[in-house]
């Protein structure tokens, strides 16, 4: 069975750089045939499509997100990070990651505060 965790500092300062790891385990990253995506939810706001590791290890980033994004992978430890840098408050949100838009972790809480 496919699972998806997520990790993070759960408290950020304005400016910060966030860094996120997705934990895969059921699947094999490298070898998968699915895209892995990062997803957020702000308070009282739908979901954010943030960007995606395709399966053959190229990335794809929201453009409206584009100049503080990054997203790699670990194929040695079956783990995808996502950064987002010059974070401010309206970057509080839950993460998520998601094999495929289908198989989806619990999220984690961010909070981006002073």
């Known amino acids: 069975q496919v699972q998806v965790r997520e990790s993070g500092p759960g408290l950020l300062r304005p400016s910060q750089t966030l860094s996120l790891t997705c934990t895969v385990s059921?699947?094999?990253?490298?070898?998968?045939?699915?895209?892995w995506h990062w997803i957020r939810q702000s308070p009282g706001k739908g979901l954010e499509w943030m960007g995606a590791?395709?399966?053959?290890?190229?990335?794809g980033i929201n453009p409206s997100l584009k100049s503080r994004t990054s997203i790699f992978r670990d194929t040695s430890k079956d783990q995808l990070t996502l950064r987002l840098s010059s974070v401010t408050p309206e970057d509080t949100a839950v993460y998520y990651c998601?094999?495929?838009?289908?198989?989806w972790g619990q999220g984690t809480q961010v909070t981006v505060s002073s």
């Open positions: 059921g699947d094999n990253i490298a070898t998968s045939n699915y895209n």
């Open positions: 998601t094999r495929g838009l289908v198989v």
């Open positions: 590791m395709h399966y053959d290890g190229s990335a």
